[in-house]
């Protein structure tokens, strides 16, 4: 961060004590601020490279999923490819489109990028790549492949933390790349109609165009694609103003494995005429279906961003914090993040990067508010931060001037995951859990480790420390434990204990990044034996023969 | 209305013309506005009593629907009750709440009311009431039902308007008004969990008191039940700024007819564990399983209420103003709602009721804001009054200065539908159509009984006017036909050419009403016979043999 010095003077400090509220300051005006792809929801953080084909050549490096998990088997019923099935869809679609392993010179069309994740921790065996371009040819595609028992994994932007999007034996990877058009878009309803390969990006920035926002946004939206994001139900940073994409998706247009193509792509806010089947596509994770086209209701854009970092003396104070940001901001609060005080000094050290508040506190959280007015948005600020300052639910915070210290500030929330990795590995949880009891599992399992004699400053203990961040606005805490190395030791201390603990408070043990391979064995600490039952039953209902995305889910 | 001189003299009428910007007039503040049970999304007025015993005596002389509608045929699958199905739920549930028709002397326990709809169009021949106080009893009741082949229909507060929550024949109705706890809510996250028969109004002065509002709102409030809106997808006055219930609702509780209890009841804004069944119960009429309780997210409360009303030269221009106040009053936009010149005349004369406006204008638009700040809001709304005066979008229009003219500028619009019946009847039509075609059917319609002779100003014509009014935020218009006799000459002109017009437009035949038993026949003008195919599925999978709420949906 070259500007960290610039950044501790030029933050207007709010000042605090019995006359605070005549000198806290009024945040300058700040017009169309917009996320870079640098901002992101932890951790949706792919190498950003835009494009399947940037790690090709590391990709043969990374471990077969089918060695790190060898319990996992290649379901015999599946057919294995022949040179006839390959002939079907190199004449379906053009070999430029059906790509198979090996048979191209063009190095650039390598297929391991669609056989591995960002991640690195999944790699597949597929020997075909098909990149169809019509809704039509995705239809043909699956009644062959429905027909011939051959397995296959839908992929978009392959940015999933999970495992979800990449083989795990020899399935054939369905790529939505080359189906990327804006189909239309209502200037005065709001509504966008598009492919399910646009990436997010780039419909943000068609929007952008138009004044208004695709209510999404993640690390990953150069890559990811739509498409993938509703498979997934994607959360990440707009969620706690705009909702989630069950409320946001008007509709979804998805071919089923028989090859029927589902045209629910309602441009309709209201239609209650019949069942509202949509909403098994989304967060369905290409395992009944591939989405090919959604419907989304875009928000009007924010002209007017701020931002808030405060520091809290207790988990007390910031669901204070919390309540009084929802009152007294209400309609413009568009981001209330926490850190705990543990990460903020882990950026600090792996970064260099000086910290925005003097003093240690053992909570900091970040608050951003989008509106349609500068002034009135940096006056309801204003009255919100002297009402926390004076009743001391704060002890102390500053506010961005313009957008560079915006991101600044962001910075102390985005740069955590990268800084967490610094001494090696990092055990990863993403968990939902009611508010009131979200941090307590931070403790827990810091004392857990602590207890069993893991967890210490020096090089002898594998756990560094046990820390936690994350949407406060959503309940969703990512609880994360950077260690020196991956050690089976830790392993049986964090598991299967943080997923009864979850389970225990009817929290998720997957807020936002779903179950791919990853969480299949967990689903049953989030969801009773009724709701898997009931999960089981639409699965072989919408795919009897089991070809879509197998080995993974439910 | 009492104070319509007043109204007139009071409101303060926004001025037009170059010097406009300096004379638009500056609200006063208004705060704690809530709308009471007055307040309606057309035409969701039952007769308010808040209690089915209230037409308790009338409903015996509203025509059956099996005469209404000859071609029903019981299904002769379903078994007759006998006197071991009645001594079993009179053990289960005590005879109180198991109540069996002329086996009472107290006439409020008269079964009729629960027979019957509001709007005396549908009437059934059940002969048991039964009123269960547990989850674990309605899963009794349902398997009992289910092994013995008894057709059930779930029942709310009874207030919807298609039919769906009546028997047709002798089905046993399940009436879930004992039902009636607030289970939880979390002050710092506002979700809320309640049974299902927790009446909407009970519900939102709960979370009044909290600081909280329900993202619902209906004309109904007083007597519907959360159980019904969610079971029915509500949609009323709070969806422009709120959003669906598929986007607000965290969880339900639900009995299958097997008696199976699905405990979906998360509290969780993110849950990526599997397809979000829910979502299938979220406007599924009761016919795959009675939801006994739901988990909502609820948002803050607004303080500040402003209410303007215009005068506007075309359809075109309506649609120049909606996006004029997307842009401009963006996130404290409440209402939209769109009124043509017919009915606001309708309205005056029929009330006697002086208008906003003097001079006559095509069209009408009300616009709600509600905010946390009342001079932002105010700031805000005069800011775009400015500027829709200026570019002379609007061409007239007053802005409400309390209370009281708040509620009188909203008559103008909730007042409507009581007024299209003063001549006899109304053909209704609650339809989505896209935004920019929305008011082209009520022109085509009203151009096509002109031809045929059937329009006119003298008593020798059946039909009075053709009128269209709704919620434009929602894209959701109200066709409705007020005439002086219901005619069959009229009804062939109607239909199926109104379906058609919208199925042609991607529409929905109904926007917000459900299908209950008046919509199931024209569910194939709405949706294609895929989707109906694959309803259908579902409905077999949860309800194989039936018995949920026959003959209706689809």
Same mark, same amino acid.
């Not at 999007?165 to 598009?194: C, H, T, Y």
């Given at each position: 961060?070259?500007?960290?010095?610039?950044?501790?003077?030029?933050?207007?400090?709010?000042?605090?004590?019995?006359?605070?509220?005549?000198?806290?300051?009024?945040?300058?005006?700040?017009?169309?601020?917009?996320?870079?792809?640098?901002?992101?929801?932890?951790?949706?953080?792919?190498?950003?490279?835009?494009?399947?084909? !940037? *790690?090709?050549?590391?990709?043969?490096?990374?471990?077969?999923?089918?060695?790190?998990?060898?319990?996992?088997?290649?379901?015999?019923?599946?057919?294995?490819?022949?040179?006839?099935?390959?002939?079907?869809?190199?004449?379906?679609?053009?070999? &430029?489109?059906? @790509?198979?392993?090996?048979?191209?010179?063009? =190095?650039?069309?390598?297929?391991?990028?669609?056989?591995?994740?960002?991640?690195?921790?999944?790699?597949?065996?597929?020997?075909?790549?098909?990149?169809?371009? #019509?809704?039509?040819?995705?239809?043909?595609?699956?009644?062959?492949?429905?027909?011939?028992?051959?397995?296959?994994?839908?992929?978009?932007?392959?940015?999933?933390?999970?495992?979800?999007?990449?083989?795990?034996?020899? &399935?054939?990877?369905?790529?939505?790349?080359?189906?990327?058009?804006?189909?239309?878009?209502?200037?005065?309803?709001?509504?966008?109609?598009?492919?399910?390969?646009?990436?997010?990006?780039?419909?943000?920035?068609?929007?952008?165009?138009? *004044? %208004?926002?695709?209510?999404?946004?993640?690390?990953?939206?150069?890559?990811?694609?739509?498409? !993938?994001?509703?498979?997934?139900?994607?959360?990440?940073?707009?969620?706690?103003?705009?909702?989630?994409?069950?409320?946001?998706?008007?509709?979804?247009?998805?071919?089923?494995?028989?090859?029927?193509?589902?045209?629910?792509?309602?441009?309709?806010?209201?239609?209650?005429?019949?069942?509202?089947?949509?909403?098994?596509?989304? !967060?369905?994770?290409?395992?009944?279906?591939?989405?090919?086209?959604?419907?989304?209701?875009?928000?009007?854009?924010?002209?007017?961003?701020?931002?808030?970092?405060?520091?809290?003396? #207790?988990?007390?104070?910031?669901?204070?914090? %919390?309540?009084?940001?929802?009152?007294?901001? #209400? &309609?413009?609060?568009?981001?209330?993040?926490?850190?705990?005080?543990?990460?903020?000094?882990?950026?600090?050290?792996?970064?260099?990067?000086?910290?925005?508040?003097?003093?240690? %506190?053992?909570? %900091?959280?970040?608050?951003?508010?989008?509106?349609?007015?500068?002034?009135?948005?940096?006056?309801?600020?204003?009255?919100?931060?002297?009402?926390?300052?004076?009743?001391?639910? @704060?002890?102390?915070?500053?506010?961005?001037?313009?957008?560079?210290?915006?991101? &600044?500030?962001?910075?102390?929330?985005?740069?955590?995951?990268?800084?967490?990795?610094?001494?090696?590995?990092?055990?990863?949880?993403?968990?939902?859990?009611?508010?009131?009891?979200?941090?307590?599992?931070?403790?827990?399992?810091?004392?857990?480790?602590?207890?069993?004699?893991?967890?210490?400053?020096?090089?002898?203990?594998?756990?560094?420390?046990?820390?936690?961040?994350?949407?406060?606005?959503?309940? *969703?805490?990512?609880?994360?434990?950077?260690?020196?190395?991956?050690?089976?030791?830790?392993?049986?201390?964090?598991?299967?204990?943080?997923?009864?603990?979850?389970?225990?408070?009817?929290?998720?043990?997957? =807020?936002?990044?779903?179950?791919?391979?990853?969480?299949?064995?967990?689903? !049953?600490?989030?969801?009773?034996?009724?709701?898997?039952?009931?999960?089981?039953?639409?699965?072989?209902?919408?795919?009897?023969?089991?070809?879509?995305?197998?080995?993974?889910?439910?």
């Amino acid at each position: 961060m070259a500007s960290s010095t610039r950044f501790a003077t030029s933050l207007r400090r709010i000042s605090f004590g019995p006359r605070t509220s005549q000198r806290v300051q009024r945040c300058r005006p700040i017009i169309q601020v917009r996320w870079t792809t640098s901002a992101s929801t932890e951790p949706h953080q792919p190498d950003a490279k835009g494009n399947l084909g !940037g *790690n090709a050549a590391p990709a043969k490096t990374i471990k077969f999923t089918s060695e790190t998990y060898p319990e996992l088997q290649r379901n015999s019923k599946f057919a294995k490819l022949t040179q006839e099935h390959v002939e079907f869809f190199q004449n379906l679609l053009g070999s &430029e489109s059906a @790509v198979l392993d090996g048979l191209t010179k063009d =190095a650039s069309e390598d297929i391991e990028p669609f056989n591995s994740d960002w991640m690195r921790k999944y790699r597949g065996h597929a020997k075909l790549v098909l990149k169809p371009q #019509s809704t039509e040819e995705v239809s043909k595609i699956l009644k062959y492949c429905n027909d011939n028992l051959l397995a296959v994994v839908p992929q978009g932007g392959n940015t999933g933390l999970v495992g979800g999007s990449v083989p795990v034996f020899d &399935e054939i990877v369905i790529n939505l790349q080359k189906m990327n058009q804006i189909r239309s878009f209502d200037e005065v309803s709001g509504v966008l109609v598009a492919d399910a390969g646009v990436i997010l990006e780039v419909a943000d920035n068609f929007l952008a165009e138009k *004044n %208004y926002i695709f209510p999404l946004d993640l690390g990953a939206k150069g890559s990811c694609h739509i498409g !993938g994001n509703v498979s997934t139900n994607a959360g990440g940073l707009r969620l706690l103003r705009y909702g989630s994409l069950h409320g946001n998706v008007l509709g979804v247009e998805a071919v089923l494995p028989d090859g029927t193509i589902v045209d629910d792509l309602s441009k309709l806010r209201k239609n209650n005429t019949g069942y509202d089947l949509k909403h098994l596509f989304i !967060g369905g994770e290409g395992t009944i279906g591939i989405i090919t086209a959604i419907s989304i209701l875009t928000p009007q854009r924010s002209p007017a961003v701020n931002v808030a970092y405060f520091g809290l003396e #207790s988990y007390e104070h910031v669901q204070k914090a %919390y309540r009084a940001a929802k009152e007294q901001l #209400s &309609e413009i609060l568009s981001a209330f993040e926490l850190m705990d005080g543990r990460t903020q000094k882990i950026v600090n050290k792996v970064k260099g990067q000086k910290m925005p508040l003097e003093g240690d %506190y053992p909570f %900091y959280c970040l608050i951003e508010t989008s509106g349609s007015n500068t002034d009135h948005d940096s006056e309801k600020l204003q009255t919100f931060l002297e009402n926390v300052m004076e009743k001391e639910i @704060v002890q102390d915070g500053v506010l961005a001037q313009d957008q560079t210290q915006i991101q &600044e500030l962001w910075s102390c929330r985005e740069g955590i995951t990268e800084c967490l990795g610094h001494w090696g590995g990092v055990y990863k949880y993403d968990l939902s859990i009611p508010i009131a009891n979200m941090y307590d599992i931070v403790n827990d399992v810091r004392d857990r480790l602590t207890e069993a004699g893991l967890l210490g400053d020096d090089d002898s203990f594998p756990v560094v420390d046990v820390v936690g961040y994350g949407h406060m606005g959503d309940s *969703n805490v990512h609880l994360n434990i950077p260690v020196r190395k991956m050690d089976k030791a830790v392993e049986k201390k964090l598991e299967p204990y943080i997923y009864q603990w979850v389970q225990k408070q009817n929290g998720s043990i997957s =807020a936002e990044h779903g179950l791919g391979l990853a969480k299949k064995a967990y689903i !049953g600490y989030s969801r009773n034996d009724t709701m898997v039952k009931l999960m089981k039953q639409i699965k072989n209902l919408y795919d009897p023969n089991g070809i879509m995305n197998p080995y993974k889910y439910i």
